[in-house]
């Protein structure tokens, strides 16, 4: 099992900052001061249908991973898509549940959804019934942290990591 700790605190003026942390309080990644250099894209990033990207860099300086906030298709309000190491997992918002978080993604042709309770901001990535993670949201000043706990290694890495960062940015503010 890996534990890590998540911070998304806010950046004037509408921007967030995010910063992976292991068991020991080191940081692992966080995201690249330059993600968003414009102050309008500051503002735009906060609606729905403006894409952006977001890098996530390591302690060296390496980007491991970005996620890309798509143009969502007519009537769903969220669509990502992670590249990394040649790969790339699309985020989505999936129709076909009723209940909320209703987002899924599929990577290696496998269809995996995010579930739990937005109101005790606790979410979980699931395979058929199998618990794979598990993030939990407490507020801290000028954000959210997330406490999360990986149960197993069918996921890469960076599928969990933006899970948690999808997770805040659809619902950040419950």
Same mark, same amino acid.
């Given at each position: ?38 102050? =309008?894209?500051?503002?735009?990033? *906060? %609606?729905?249908?403006?894409?952006? #990207?977001? !890098?996530? @860099? ?64 606790? =979410?979980?990535?699931?395979?058929? *019934? %199998?618990?794979?993670?598990?993030? #939990?949201? !407490?507020? @801290? ?34």
């Amino acid at each position: 099992m890996i534990r890590c700790t998540m911070r998304a605190t806010s950046r004037p003026p509408a921007a967030m900052a995010y910063a992976f942390y292991d068991a020991d309080g080191l940081k692992i990644l966080h995201n690249k001061d330059d993600a968003l250099v414009d102050r =309008f894209d500051y503002i735009l990033r *906060e %609606l729905p249908m403006i894409p952006y #990207t977001l !890098s996530l @860099i390591d302690a060296d300086g390496n980007e491991r991973f970005h996620l890309e906030r798509k143009t969502p298709p007519p009537f769903q309000t969220h669509a990502f898509q992670l590249s990394f190491d040649d790969e790339v997992v699309d985020f989505f918002e999936d129709k076909a549940r009723f209940s909320l978080p209703n987002l899924s993604f599929i990577y290696r042709e496998k269809k995996y959804d995010i579930v739990g309770f937005v109101r005790n901001r606790e =979410f979980f990535i699931k395979e058929d *019934e %199998l618990k794979l993670m598990s993030m #939990t949201a !407490s507020p @801290i000043a000028g954000g959210k942290e997330y406490a999360v706990a990986i149960y197993e290694d069918a996921l890469p890495l960076a599928v969990y990591f933006a899970a948690v960062i999808i997770m805040d940015i659809c619902f950040h503010n419950y």
